[in-house]
């Protein structure tokens, strides 16, 4: 055999090692060579008599697999390209290339010797699959990293080489389908109470033990080819507690994704049909289920952008080659409030030596505190040792003296949004900073050319934009200014990477990317208010579009007297009256009449309890806005879904054609991790390439715009990709070093 990620060799006892080993990578993929390499070792074991049975195994220290290798696969998904076939060729095609891998793994199940598989490290994805279908399952008991799981769903996959009918068959429906419908990762512990390991070991002794098995049984069968076989706790048709939990998983699906994600629908389908007939039929039915998944644009977008753009810019895909990397020996934040003080905790959770400075002693302080309860709750919780703890809260040292920024190679400032304020705040860590320290302001409207006026070295200037809270949002938007060296930016990218979030990279203008775009989320749910409709169902809609909140709650989590001073700043800049309009009317008489300022007040378009939790629209609404319309069938549902949509990506074209943003990736990753636009789109870019097409975005542009207004006009950017049928990717493909910044 000539195998390429595969050594092979067979022992004195006739008993076959194929240990898995892809050439050049850290870890082992599905990639289209190996697939063709197991094919090749199937066939090997089941026609070579002098081969015994099979021991898999990995070659790297690692793990086992992590899947399929979703590079290839990425550039598959989506649907298939045109061609001459007929629909009947193109289908078997299809499903021949679908099933390679899936009826692949059946051969080895059922070759007639016996197949163990030992996992010294994570198996993932296609990489659990093939240990599923081998006949015994030995796992390391001594590798904290070791993770198994189905993890398909998250990136809008299902696993197609048998995953969804043979954990069911080993570990029950019930138990099967929250791993593979939300595709949450276990340990070799939770694997082996589960049944879905069967011994644990060593790693050092996983082969071994792996080969004794396959030894001592030469006439293995998997148990769903054994006489008298049944699916523990029963199937769904024939046992109606096992019914009950597919019917509730359908319905927590349905009020969870309201059918946005192609993939768990189908993932439920696939089950709950392949688990009442054999497992041959079961695993033809899961391929069709695969097929029809993989070519939804969803699952192009998806891959694309939660999978392979999240990792490259985790790895600094947009910081500019050239510049050595940083290490951080300190970094001091400015600023000890709500921001300062999770950006404190976030640096010393990832090891940097953090001075947080405030005005007095006591502020600088209370910031600390922040750190000590996340630490409390974490080591109450067994998640951090007492010890850890003590040394990350050792990193964070709460001062008012300015002399200890001395030396920090980064500031963040986290002062009140005040410019003056931020002005001197600048002079006074320049007159102590080192020459190469970078300053970073996380200013979240003011633009950063102008508060850089107040540096000495405004090339060292740059915007470091975190979001709230600091600790759970993964994000951080990085503002270039307009003198802001590549040096500057690199080392603000290394500094995002080493607290271990995603950064993304944009120009200087108002409201930078994110916020800027965001709003029009906000407004378009505001203008729908103005119009009478009624407000339950703008909050309906925009969760059903697929933002993670109400139009209405997220302007009162921002806070509507913020709304309001933003709205009349933008309107005073662009020319727009906006106290005038019915939107600034009924703002204004919201938060200067009524005295509601969103959820910090407890009071907003919604009441809230005393935790803060949303308790119901406020009633007081209508006695403002007349309600026009307080049904909402499938066509308005349609037409409020488009605007809410549609409406955020025209945004993000004109950023894009204004060079705020520069990369698709960037775009598509800040508008999902910022404010949370519809991620089984794949972000604001995907929705326009893969979901609409170019040319019917803007034509459907064109139609909103001409029924509400030039907001929804698409720029003539999109005109120019419509006219030549590019997408964003094609026009703002994936770049090593980011534009410089905007004219
Ligand atoms: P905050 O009011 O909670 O904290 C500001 C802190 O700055 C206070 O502790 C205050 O004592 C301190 N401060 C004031 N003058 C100072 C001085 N001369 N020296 C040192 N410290 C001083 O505000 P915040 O919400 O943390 O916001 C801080 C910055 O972050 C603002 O620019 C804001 O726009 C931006 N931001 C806020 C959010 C958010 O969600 N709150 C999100 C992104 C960015």
Redesign the pocket.
């Known amino acids: 055999m000539n195998l390429e990620t595969f050594k092979f060799d067979i022992d004195a006892d006739g008993i076959a090692h194929a240990i898995f080993d892809v050439p050049g990578r850290s870890m082992n993929t599905l990639t289209g060579k190996a697939v063709a390499d197991i094919i090749a070792i199937t066939r090997e074991v089941a026609t070579n008599d002098a081969i015994k049975g099979l021991v898999l195994s990995s070659g790297k220290a690692s793990g086992f697999c992590a899947g399929a290798d979703l590079g290839e696969m990425g550039d598959r998904a989506g649907g298939a390209e045109k061609t001459k076939k007929s629909v009947d060729e193109l289908k078997k095609e299809q499903f021949d290339a679908g099933f390679s891998l899936n009826g692949t793994l059946r051969k080895l199940e059922t070759c007639g010797k016996p197949v163990a598989v030992a996992l010294n490290g994570l198996a993932l994805g296609g990489g659990l699959e093939v240990a599923l279908a081998c006949h015994y399952r030995v796992a390391a008991n001594d590798n904290p990293k070791l993770q198994f799981g189905l993890p398909e769903a998250k990136i809008g996959l299902l696993p197609g080489a048998g995953g969804t009918q043979r954990l069911p068959r080993l570990v029950g429906v019930q138990a099967a389908l929250p791993l593979i419908l939300q595709g949450e990762s276990f340990s070799a512990e939770q694997a082996k109470s589960m049944g879905v390991v069967n011994e644990l070991a060593p790693s050092s002794e996983t082969v071994a033990r792996a080969k004794a098995w396959v030894k001592a049984n030469p006439k293995a069968k998997a148990p769903w080819d054994e006489k008298g076989y049944k699916v523990p706790g029963g199937v769904p048709h024939k046992s109606p507690g096992v019914g009950q939990v597919a019917t509730m998983a359908n319905m927590m699906l349905a009020s969870k994704t309201y059918g946005n994600f192609p993939a768990q629908k189908n993932i439920l389908s696939c089950i709950y049909e392949g688990i009442q007939v054999p497992i041959d039929a079961g695993l033809r039915i899961e391929t069709r289920y695969f097929i029809n998944t993989q070519q939804r644009p969803e699952a192009k977008a998806m891959i694309r952008s939660l999978f392979l753009s999240t990792q490259a810019l985790s790895k600094g895909a947009n910081r500019p080659a050239g510049y050595p990397q940083t290490e951080f020996k300190k970094v001091a934040v400015?600023?000890?409030?709500?921001?300062?003080?999770?950006i404190a905790y976030v640096q010393a959770k990832a090891g940097i030596p953090t001075v947080l400075?405030?005005?007095?002693q006591e502020?600088?302080d209370?910031?600390k505190q922040y750190s000590v309860r996340l630490v409390e709750k974490d080591v109450s919780r067994g998640k951090l040792s007492k010890e850890k703890g003590d040394a990350l809260l050792a990193l964070i040292t709460p001062t008012?003296d300015y002399n200890a920024v001395k030396g920090a190679d980064l500031v963040v400032?986290?002062?009140?949004?005040?410019e003056g304020?931020?002005a001197?705040?600048t002079q006074?860590a320049e007159a102590v900073l080192g020459d190469d320290a970078v300053y970073g302001?996380?200013?979240?409207?003011?633009p950063i050319t102008g508060l850089a006026k107040a540096s000495k070295r405004p090339a060292n200037f740059i915007g470091i934009?975190?979001?709230?809270p600091v600790e759970r949002m993964g994000l951080v938007e990085i503002i270039n200014g307009k003198e802001t060296s590549e040096a500057t930016l690199a080392k603000a990218v290394d500094y995002v990477l080493a607290i271990r979030k995603t950064p993304i990279v944009v120009n200087d203008s108002r409201g930078f990317y994110t916020s800027r775009c965001f709003g029009t989320y906000t407004q378009e749910g505001l203008e729908m208010l103005s119009e009478g409709i009624k407000p339950a169902i703008i909050e309906n809609v925009g969760r059903q579009a697929g933002m993670p909140m109400g139009a209405l709650e997220v302007t009162d989590s921002v806070g509507l007297d913020t709304a309001l001073k933003v709205g009349r700043a933008t309107a005073k800049a662009t020319g727009f009256d906006y106290n005038e309009a019915p939107l600034g009317k009924m703002m204004a008489w919201i938060v200067e009449d009524k005295g509601r300022v969103g959820r910090k007040a407890g009071k907003g378009f919604y009441d809230y309890n005393e935790q803060g939790k949303r308790d119901r629209l406020w009633p007081g609404l209508n006695d403002q806005i007349e309600v026009k319309i307080d049904e909402c069938p499938p066509a308005l549902k349609k037409e409020l879904t488009n605007r809410i949509l549609v409406r955020q990506a025209v945004e993000v074209a004109r950023c894009f054609e204004e060079g705020v943003i520069t990369d698709a990736r960037d775009a598509d990753i800040g508008s999902i991790l910022a404010w949370g636009f519809a991620p089984f789109t794949g972000g604001c870019c995907s929705y326009v390439d893969l979901i609409w097409g170019i040319r019917e975005f803007v034509a459907e542009a064109d139609r909103l715009a001409d029924k509400y207004g030039d907001r929804f006009r698409p720029n003539k950017l999109l005109r120019d990709m419509a006219a030549r049928g590019e997408g964003f990717y094609d026009r703002f493909p994936p770049a090593g070093t980011k534009a410089k910044v905007a004219a």
């Open positions: 400015i600023g000890a409030g709500l921001m300062g003080a999770g400075v405030d005005v007095t502020a600088a209370k910031g008012t400032e986290a002062v009140f949004e005040d304020l931020k001197k705040i006074a302001t996380n200013t979240s409207t003011l934009h975190f979001f709230s």
